[in-house]
């Protein structure tokens, strides 16, 4: 059993003790004061063990200059003190850095904070992860709120507020989660700059007697590591063989995505094995290592801009108990002879775009951008490196790579391991520049670490000059096997380290599978599978290669004048990617129908390296899930299985609209291979649904009340919506020229079918379509607007897909009818709650039709789920919410748009970086700052939210509930209050709504809650048997407003003190009745033993007196 360290003893011991007495107070002093922060306090970059004079990146943020201010800043912290006269601050490890105290409660328990502001403007204490009411969520917004529910939303300088927090049994930690989740707590008046001044802090909600393990937190902000960069971070101490729970947690804009790659170990992340965890804005993570590999080891973010900026850390893991060694490898020894070479890589070998079938240089193409050579341009050829296979130690003879392996493009060879093998891998440098091989997902010793920090070991394998060869030992432990839970084989890289970033960019880089003892076949191929296909999905930035100067100086036309800063040169060396190819040019995906293949799917980049990998056509089985897409994220990599049962022709794309647009789509071809389609199989009902395409005026905020309300209740604030909904000369304001789906009652499309109440949330969106597995769905479909467009759906099986690759077109006038059916692997999978969205939309312009605004939610069910009117009758209510920044600068009406709000004629306008900006919409639904309204719900329902995914880079979006938990399933259920989301992935969230109020609704990136991306919800209390309405207050927030329970006929409803009580209040109200009864018959029994006592006494005095001979005396 892995060991605690004795610190961990001391507060297992303590909190035992209190866990004894069941649910406990814990009460915390926090004070909120100012200080200055040194990012770098030890002034060198500890990682390289250069100082910052030598370090050009480095002085590029912490030089002090005329424009810098250099690595000190002034913040405000939350501090923790002894009591009430916060005059004695108790400490805290120095690994915390400038975040918070940690504040832990196990379920059941009641947080009470005593806050007082000692800094010079007011702030607040807002918490994710357990109860409140109104008067402690600790939030400044347009809520309805008065008096003593509003004094809580801010504390002015130099006073008090005392905060109550229950750990409510809805908010423990579920089944399937760590012992411990890890939440946060911060400010909320302005959350985006209150969070980047300092004030935030962990709080970890443990289950019941499961509160004592030795948290480390570690948050990532500025981008540091709990406010340290360059390795600053104080290097947190562990033995071999303990047992660490890392509480992670990312806070910021769009461009924190964080991926957090811990050297030297692997740990367990919601059940699964890995060495890289994602982290976005309001993520938060409970990962559980155990310690095996001692040394030092780097704690990095693996996004490359972030690892240039400084974001790296150090952990040491000691031997602090004798005779501590690695277990024996019983398995098979592996050996791989691999190369690093230089070679002329052509990101379009065909020489055409596969889906336009014009030249990749054509005029007036997307892909003429990158593939047209000139006086400063490139073009689609570059000097690169890449990793190849040899047959033996001489290096003389390449492997020849078969048929299976056509696809890898410019991957290196495939690395497989089973558990209990020693991999050998014997490192060629036939290149020009200095290599090295570092593997994800495997153990090495500090002879074989390719590891660039400095840590007092001599490491020949992390520089490995031209012409040299270097033999590294790695090995495949029970201790990194993947888990249960897990695919048979884990995903893993290997990449060049002695410059990440450089040696990525130009192209070295390969997959490595670690596989459960018993799954690879003798050759190497993996057991029950009959295909395997490994995709690299990157922007390649070749102005970060190795050999920029060199491609400039052989492939541009007069490379002395070419300026490697412009902009536009910049952008046409940006390659997006899969596999090095692009525009359809990848080979080798190919397959026969019924095949059982095994995608296994690498991302690796930078900050717009947010991939929405897209299978057109079939469905993904992803842990227990049915998808058709997922996401991927640099130096992170997922298994996926297929079993495509339709012959014909695909796309598999990132569905990142401008990824998509830039060329990384590629074509997977299925064959029959004597798999005989079916003939025509008898399907379920035909829902028939006539929808319309037309164009509307669409306002995103009819009413601007929100940010005035804003501003009103935080005097001084700063109103980032102007730029968004003000009209002005240079800005076109709210109201855009758009196009819709909007569903008529029939096929003569002269009435629009009125939408119910609980669809009034849909807003912009098209209808939503259900559809339970087994059924077919026809579109009648009428485009009423002024150009072609069509509908086409994902997850489900479009009757023309795989027989051409663009979905037919509907001219303008015309009325076409579409057929989709709604086969096994488009309903919900093993794992999956009953209903899982998915999206239609227009795909004549992928990218125009989308921020045009054609799209709607499709919802498919397990069989006997959808009631005789196709609704849901399994759950009180379901909302469909899409989050998408709608860039109107790439919509096909901006030129309408600008002549008629601008009065100007768009040939002549000259847009400026502020009118663009004016245009991208940070909406829910198509609607900001408030004003989407309908999402009002019942008491004690259980509803049911469909989260959808669209948009480019930008579209990394945190949704986050106020006063509500939430359960999402994958292949358990894990409880949040925050979902993350991005372009092209979808998710149903199940809610139980218990807590009445009108609540916060938003999305957690910095950028998007100052742009609008936010509204409320409201939970209804049960009085009576109304059916729930909306009313709109001025701010957009629905007012609480008195209204009916959503009980099924003939449920019977139980009251207690006149309230209505859901099934939880039920049972929680047996419960305490059981306990008050328990508590009064001890009692009784206690008072009858001392009454029977007392008379006993007395009983005895009196013989005693009489018994005496007194008359003698």
């Not at 969230?989 to 919800?1017: K, N, Q, R």
Request: some cysteine; overall charge negative; glycine content about 8%.
């Amino acid at each position: 059993m892995p060991r605690k360290r004795q610190a961990a003893c001391i507060l297992l011991t303590f909190l035992g003790l209190s866990g004894l007495v069941g649910a406990v107070t814990r009460t915390y002093y926090l004070g909120i004061v100012e200080e200055y922060w040194n990012y770098v306090p030890q002034g060198k970059n500890i990682i390289t063990g250069r100082s910052f004079s030598e370090d050009k990146l480095a002085t590029l943020f912490l030089e002090r200059g005329p424009n810098r201010i250099g690595s000190l800043y002034k913040k405000a912290v939350y501090r923790h003190y002894t009591d009430e006269t916060y005059s004695t601050e108790i400490p805290k490890p120095p690994w915390l850095g400038f975040l918070g105290p940690i504040l832990r409660a196990e379920v059941g328990d009641v947080i009470v904070i005593h806050l007082k502001n000692f800094a010079s403007r007011p702030y607040s204490l807002h918490p994710h992860g357990v109860f409140y009411n109104k008067d402690s969520e600790g939030a400044l917004y347009p809520d309805g709120t008065s008096g003593r529910n509003k004094d809580d939303d801010r504390v002015p300088p130099g006073k008090n507020y005392t905060y109550v927090w229950p750990v409510r049994e809805e908010y423990a930690p579920a089944p399937a989660d760590a012992n411990c989740l890890t939440w946060v707590y911060h400010s909320h008046i302005d959350a985006p700059k209150d969070i980047c001044s300092g004030l935030i802090g962990p709080l970890l909600v443990c289950k019941e007697g499961k509160g004592s393990l030795p948290p480390l937190p570690l948050g990532s902000l500025f981008p540091a590591l709990n406010g340290y960069l360059f390795g600053n971070f104080p290097e947190p101490d562990m033995c071999v063989g303990e047992s660490v729970s890392w509480h992670l947690f990312g806070m910021g804009n769009e461009i924190d995505i964080h991926s957090i790659y811990f050297y030297g170990n692997t740990f367990i992340s919601r059940g699964h094995r890995t060495d890289v965890v994602n982290l976005f804005p309001a993520t938060f993570l409970t990962t559980e290592m155990i310690v095996e590999n001692p040394g030092k080891w780097m704690i990095t973010c693996q996004v490359s801009d972030h690892l240039q900026a400084g974001m790296l850390g150090q952990y040491n893991v000691g031997n602090c108990k004798s005779g501590t060694s690695h277990p024996k490898m019983k398995g098979q020894q592996r050996h791989y002879f691999i190369a690093a070479e230089k070679i002329l890589w052509d990101y379009g070998p065909q020489g055409y775009n596969k889906f336009s079938g014009l030249p990749l240089n054509a005029s007036g193409s997307g892909s003429e951008f990158y593939f047209t050579q000139g006086d400063n341009r490139i073009g689609g050829r570059y000097w690169k490196a890449r990793y190849t296979e040899y047959v033996d130690a001489t290096f003389a003879q390449r492997k020849r790579l078969s048929e299976a392996e056509a696809h890898l493009g410019i991957l290196g060879p495939v690395i497989k391991a089973e558990v209990g093998d020693t991999l050998l891998v014997t490192f060629a440098n036939k290149a020009d520049k200095v290599y090295s091989i570092l593997p994800h997902g495997v153990i090495y010793d500090k002879a074989s670490d390719a590891a660039p920090n400095l840590d007092g070991f001599l490491k020949p394998g992390a520089h490995v000059k031209p012409g040299e060869t270097f033999t590294y030992r790695w090995t495949v432990p029970e201790s990194v096997s993947p888990t249960a839970d897990d695919p048979p084989c884990l995903t893993y890289l290997y990449f060049s380290a002695v410059e990440p970033i450089k040696d990525t960019s130009s192209g070295l880089v390969g997959p490595l599978l670690v596989c459960k003892k018993g799954t690879l076949n003798a050759d190497g191929t993996q057991k029950g599978i009959d295909k395997e296909f490994y995709l690299l999905f990157t922007v390649f930035d070749e102005n970060l290669s190795r050999y920029l100067d060199e491609n400039v100086q052989k492939f541009t036309w007069r490379p002395f004048a070419v300026d490697k800063e412009d902009k536009e040169f910049v952008k046409s060396n940006r390659m997006h990617a899969i596999n090095g190819y692009m525009y359809g040019n990848q080979p080798g995906l190919t397959m026969c129908k019924k095949d059982r293949v095994s995608w296994h799917l690498i991302g690796m980049g930078t900050d717009t390296d947010m991939h929405g990998v897209y299978f057109q056509g079939n469905t993904i089985h992803l842990r227990g899930t049915h998808r058709d897409s997922l996401a991927l994220f640099p130096h992170v990599a997922t298994t996926a299985f297929m079993q495509p049962d339709r012959a014909g022709i695909f796309r598999v794309f990132c569905s990142t609209l401008h990824h998509f647009e830039r060329g990384m789509n590629q074509i997977y071809e299925v064959s029959s291979c004597g798999n005989k389609d079916p003939s025509e199989q008898p399907y379920g009902m035909i829902r028939t649904f006539y929808i319309a395409a037309e164009e509307v005026e669409w306002d995103y905020a009819p009413n601007k009340n929100w940010e005035f309300e804003k501003q009103h209740l935080d005097a001084g604030r700063e109103r980032h919506g102007d730029i968004f909904m003000n009209h002005t000369e240079n800005w076109i304001g709210s109201q855009y020229k758009k196009v819709v789906y909007r569903e008529y009652t029939n096929g003569e499309f002269v009435e629009i079918k009125a939408r119910p109440p609980r669809e009034e949330h849909l807003a912009l969106l098209g209808p939503m379509i259900h559809a339970e597995v087994g059924d077919s769905i026809l579109i009648v479909f009428m485009n009423k607007a002024n150009r072609p467009y069509s509908i086409s759906a994902q997850g489900v099986e479009d009757m023309d897909t795989g027989r051409q690759l663009q979905v037919p077109i509907t001219k303008p006038g015309e009325i076409k009818t579409y057929r989709w059916t709604v086969p096994k692997r488009s309903g919900p999978g093993p794992s999956d709650p009953n209903c899982i969205p998915w999206v239609y939309y227009s795909t004549v312009n992928f990218v125009k039709d989308t921020y045009s605004g054609l799209m709607g939610p499709l919802i498919t069910c397990r069989e006997g789920v959808l009631n005789e009117k196709g609704r849901r009758s399994d759950v009180d209510y379901e909302f469909a919410l899409l989050f998408l920044v709608f860039n109107e600068n790439e919509s096909w009406y901006l030129d309408e748009n600008i002549k008629k709000y601008l009065n100007k004629d768009p040939r002549d306008f000259k847009p400026s970086d502020d009118f663009e900006e004016s245009n991208k919409m940070h909406a829910i639904n198509g609607k900001i700052f408030g004003n989407l309204h309908g999402l009002i719900m019942n008491e004690d329902s259980m509803t049911n939210w469909y989260l959808l995914g669209i948009g480019s880079e930008v579209d990394i979006h945190t949704v986050h509930y106020h006063a509500e938990s939430f359960l999402f399933k994958i292949d358990k259920s894990y409880r949040e209050d925050v979902y993350d989301l991005f372009p092209g992935t979808f998710q149903t969230i199940e809610l139980f709504a218990d807590h009445p109020g009108t609540w916060l609704l938003h999305c957690h990136v910095s950028d998007h809650i100052h742009a609008g991306m936010e509204t409320t919800y409201t939970v209804l209390r049960n009085l009576d048997n109304r059916i729930p309405y909306s009313t709109k207050s001025p701010g957009g927030a629905p007012q609480p407003a008195t209204v009916p329970s959503n009980e099924e006929p003939g449920k019977e409803q139980l009251y207690f003190f006149g309230k209505n009580l859901g099934p939880r209040g039920a049972k929680a109200a047996l419960v305490i009745l059981f306990i008050i009864g328990l508590f009064l018959l001890m009692v009784t029994v206690i008072l009858s033993l001392c009454l029977r006592w007392a008379r006993k006494q007395v009983a005895y005095q009196e013989v005693q007196s009489c018994a005496l001979p007194t008359d003698a005396l």
